[in-house]
C-alpha cells in the first residue's frame, strides 16, 4: 500500500473513532439541568423512657433474676438497677443483708433482653463485670453498673 492511502486510512478511522466516542458521551452525559437530590430523612424514633420501662418490666426482671438465684430473695437487698441503650440491659447490684458479717460484698448482675425475653448474662452475679468476660456489652454499660457503692453495715463483734 502506498504512505499516501495508509495515512489517509488512519486519518477516517481517528475521526470516526472521535466523532464516535463524543456521540456516546453526549448520549449518556447527565444533563446540565438543575438536579435535586431527594433526601429522604428518616424520622428519629422517639427518645424512650427508660423510667417508665423500667416500672413495667422490673417485676418480670426480678422474677428472672430470682427463679435463677432464690436466695437472693432472702439474703440481698436488689437495688432499682437502670435499663440502658433502647432498654434492651438491665444492670443492678445486690447488697448483702445476710447473717454472715464476713460476706457483705455487692454483687452486680447484668441481664439482657433477646427476643422479648430477659436472660441472665451474669451466672452467678460478680463483685465486678469486665470487658473480657462480656466483649459484646458496651463498656459505658459495664463501667455504669461498676461504680462503686458503700459496704453494708456489719455487726461490731
Known amino acids: 500500500m502506498n504512505e499516501q492511502i495508509k495515512l489517509t486510512l488512519i486519518i477516517i478511522v481517528s475521526v470516526i473513532v472521535g466523532v464516535g466516542a463524543f456521540t456516546y458521551g ?15 430523612s428518616t424520622p428519629k424514633p422517639a427518645k424512650i423512657d ?6 413495667t418490666e422490673r417485676s418480670t426482671i426480678i422474677g428472672v433474676l430470682t427463679s435463677a438465684y432464690p436466695k437472693i430473695s432472702s439474703d440481698y437487698t436488689i437495688a432499682d438497677g437502670k435499663l440502658y441503650n433502647k432498654g434492651e440491659w438491665y444492670g443492678t447490684t ?11 460484698d455487692t454483687l452486680r448482675v447484668l441481664m439482657q433482653k433477646k427476643q422479648g425475653l430477659w436472660i ?7 463483685l465486678l463485670l469486665s470487658t473480657v468476660e462480656f466483649p459484646d456489652v458496651p463498656k459505658s454499660i459495664l463501667t455504669a453498673i461498676n461504680q462503686p457503692v458503700s459496704l453494708p453495715a456489719g455487726s461490731e463483734n
Open 26 to 40: 453526549a448520549l449518556t452525559a447527565n444533563p446540565d439541568q438543575k438536579q435535586t437530590s431527594v433526601v429522604a
Open 50 to 55: 427508660l423510667t417508665k420501662q423500667l416500672q
Open 94 to 104: 445486690l447488697t448483702y443483708h445476710g447473717k454472715d458479717t464476713l460476706s457483705r
Open 120 to 126: 441472665l448474662r451474669t451466672t452467678p452475679p460478680r
